[in-house]
């Protein structure tokens, strides 16, 4: 199984960057995702990572490291909409052609004027 | 367009009482789950399906039902056996086993 942490709640300011932070105990590995979740509302696919490094997607850059069971979402050019809760999901290596997801209990990023 | 539906939006019931929550897909997606979301927690898988007419438990499995006859669809039955089953609901679907997924918009339950 999966041991995923995540801040709680992170405060910034439009404008500004937000990095939140995802760490992870695992019995094994097979890539780690992230969702935005706006309140009351489905998660949506935000990025995937796999290998060590960053992806870039836009506005939003999500940097892996296997070796320190480490993840951040880099946030920049904070707008209001952006205000959600960030969901980081480790995925688990297949059994029986089979891959779960465990997922952490989610960043509320609340974005101010 | 394609999507995941769920229905209804909200929902409430009295204990006791079986209900069930529909998910329909027209994504074509081979493998669907089902979630539960509770305040301060991640999501917890509770049934997970990769082909139609077979499905297996999650981690939360327990006073829950489902069935996939069809691709498109995946409902969840609450049963009365669900010791706390007030919960947001939220089904997904990916194009194969541990592929990203889509959610639907979820279904949230009250039980009084």
């Known amino acids: 199984g999966q041991n995923i942490d995540q801040p709680t709640e992170m405060t910034a300011t439009e404008g500004a960057i937000v990095q939140i932070n995802c760490t992870y105990q695992?019995?094994?590995?097979?890539?780690l995702f992230w969702y935005q979740q706006h309140a009351g509302e489905a998660p949506t696919f935000l990025s995937y990572n796999v290998l060590d490094g960053l992806e870039e997607k836009g506005r939003f850059s999500s940097f892996l490291s296997r070796s320190k069971g480490y993840s951040y979402l880099l946030l920049k050019e904070l707008q209001m909409k952006d205000s959600a809760s960030y969901l980081c999901?480790?995925?688990?290596?297949?059994?029986?052609?089979?891959?779960?997801?465990?997922f952490g209990a989610g960043t509320q990023v609340v974005v101010t004027p | 367009d394609g999507g995941i539906t769920q229905s209804p939006k909200y929902l409430f019931r009295k204990e006791g009482q079986n209900v069930t929550l529909s998910c329909e897909q027209n994504?074509?997606?081979?493998?669907m789950y089902w979630y539960r979301q509770d305040p301060g927690q991640g999501l917890r898988l509770i049934y997970y399906?990769?082909?139609?007419?077979?499905?297996q438990k999650g981690d939360i499995a327990e006073g829950y039902s489902v069935s996939r006859e069809k691709k498109e669809s995946f409902p969840l039955t609450v049963t009365s056996a669900q010791k706390n089953p007030t919960a947001f609901y939220l089904c997904?679907?990916?194009?194969?086993?541990?592929?990203?997924?889509?959610f639907g918009p979820g279904t949230r339950l009250t039980v009084t």
């Open positions: 999901a480790v995925r688990d290596p297949p059994t029986d052609s089979w891959g779960k997801f465990q």
């Open positions: 695992t019995s094994g590995f097979n890539g």
């Open positions: 994504l074509n997606h081979d493998a």
């Open positions: 399906s990769q082909i139609v007419n077979d499905f």
């Open positions: 997904a679907s990916s194009i194969e086993e541990g592929d990203k997924q889509y």
